[in-house]
């Protein structure tokens, strides 16, 4: 068993077993050890060299006013900061982990079964993402902000923190739509009106930055494994999201607060199916931005069967498939083994 089948087991059990009144407490703990185990990882993840070379290119006087010429500001300005303070690459990463996740904290704390969220957002959104392109794993931070804020009404903020977090990955700009419908009646008509409105923003915002991330992580990273690893995660987003529409009723019945929310990813997610033959690049990036929300409608679809018995059961098909998804992907990919299979931390060496 490796260290990311342990941690990954654990979280599932304390997100099975907790009980509501310490989930708080439970899922800070669980957030604070992955923060030193994300935060302080040396040469692991397929981002490390790439984010080091950079880190080590800055001039140890540059102007802080360089990152204002850069497509993502904010982290630009955090690379520059860190290095013309004189510090170590480390306290990049951990910086950068600890933001995306407070961003993780904000949104989790606010809803129920956030460990067990949690658990099943570890393989994938915490292992491949966040220790793997972590510009890109903040940015799905602050679209988690933004999420909060969608679920209170806040359209302006939801819109900010889309806006923000396209400061450190430009591609989490095409949410901008979702905040055009915070605080409404959710129908396609609207999902609709709001694309059409908003998407021109996004794309001018994306467009110019596509080949890069073609280039930079696909090409370079995944290679060819690229369309069925995005073919795989779409499956773990799209089945889900299945069940969560036809159950939709009951879903809005006991979470209504979250329903919305999460009927506005549903759709995206089964708006993005011709993408399996279009564009495999395409679907990688927005699979990681669904994730989060097809996890939710999972775990709150299966909380709607009224047997705790059968609640319990039903609870082991998502944990099954994503500790699945992980011994597959640690035992047959070439990524994995490349960029994972020896973990180290400089807490160590």
């Known amino acids: 068993m490796t260290i990311y089948t342990l941690i990954f087991g654990i979280l599932s059990t304390i997100g099975l ?171 396609v008509r609207q999902m609709i009106a709001a694309a059409l409105l908003l998407s021109p923003v996004a794309l001018l915002l994306v467009g110019d930055r596509i080949d890069t991330y073609q280039d930079r992580y696909i090409d370079e990273i995944y290679g060819d494994q690229t369309s069925g690893g995005a073919g795989f995660r779409y499956i773990l987003n799209i089945v889900p999201a299945m069940f969560f529409y036809y159950f939709r009723d009951e879903v809005r019945a006991r979470f209504p607060k979250e329903y919305g929310l999460l009927l506005v990813f549903a759709i995206i997610t089964a708006a993005l199916a011709p993408l399996l033959f279009l564009s495999s690049f395409a679907l990688h990036r927005f699979n990681f931005y669904l994730m989060p929300f097809t996890i939710m409608m999972a775990v709150y679809t299966i909380h709607c069967i009224p047997s705790r018995r059968d609640r319990m059961l039903a609870l082991l098909l998502p944990i099954g498939a994503y500790g699945g998804y992980t011994i597959f992907w640690q035992q047959f990919s070439f990524h994995f083994e490349y960029c994972y299979s020896v973990y180290q931390t400089y807490l160590t060496i």
């Open 17 to 187: 077993t907790v009980q509501r009144e310490r989930e708080k407490l439970l899922l800070g703990l669980s957030l604070l050890f992955l923060l030193f185990f994300m935060g302080t990882r040396f040469e692991v993840g397929c981002d490390f060299t790439g984010y080091h070379n950079r880190f080590d290119n800055i001039e140890p006087h540059a102007s802080w006013f360089t990152a204002f010429s850069k497509p993502e500001i904010a982290f630009s300005l955090l690379e520059i900061v860190f290095k013309t303070s004189g510090l170590s690459f480390v306290w990049l990463t951990f910086s950068a982990t600890a933001i995306m996740l407070t961003c993780y904290w904000t949104f989790l704390k606010r809803i129920p079964f956030g460990v067990l969220i949690l658990a099943l957002l570890f393989p994938i959104m915490m292992l491949q993402l966040g220790m793997s392109g972590i510009r890109q794993g903040i940015a799905v931070g602050f679209l988690l902000l933004a999420a909060s804020s969608f679920m209170k009404g806040q359209r302006l903020w939801a819109g900010i923190w889309i806006a923000v977090g396209s400061q450190f990955h430009l591609s989490v700009a095409a949410f901008l739509p979702i905040a055009f419908l915070a605080g409404r009646e959710i129908n």
